[in-house]
């Protein structure tokens, strides 16, 4: 089992940055794919970003490509994204997950999955 808890969320205006981290535990994550996906009211979860924990191999979604910036931290078992330039759009909660096989944008290759971190973008 892997345990994921997200943290980092909040209130933030337009134009504005947040730091959301996500604490793994509970398994060798070494082969382990992590990604942030993310839910607005009403609507579907959208992928955001994943990394290869191993070798630091990354994919951004288009939507928010060099805005959010995706990153782990081996020593503290965190995998952190930097959200820049935050728009009301992006409010949504943020959801954790991991992957034992690939990087990939698909909610269904992810195993493991946290309780999420709200993320409100005022205007």
């Known amino acids: 089992q892997v345990q994921l808890v997200e943290s980092g969320g909040g209130l933030v205006q337009a134009g504005g940055s947040l730091r959301l981290s996500c604490l793994a535990s509970?398994?060798?994550?070494?082969?382990?794919?992590m990604a942030w996906f993310r839910q607005a009211p009403g609507k579907e979860h959208e992928f955001v970003a994943a990394?290869?924990?191993?070798?630091?191999?990354?994919r951004v979604a288009d939507s928010v490509k060099g805005r959010f910036t995706i990153s782990r931290d081996n020593a503290k078992n965190t995998v952190n994204l930097q959200l820049n330039s935050l728009q009301p759009d992006d409010t949504a909660v943020y959801y954790c997950?991991?992957?034992?096989?690939?990087?990939?944008?698909?909610?269904?290759?992810?195993?493991?999955w946290g309780q999420g971190t709200q993320v409100i973008v005022s205007s």
């Open positions: 990394v290869r924990w191993a070798s630091g191999f990354t």
């Open positions: 509970g398994r060798t994550l070494s082969n382990y794919a």
């Open positions: 997950a991991a992957s034992s096989t690939v990087v990939s944008g698909a909610r269904r290759d992810y195993d493991y």
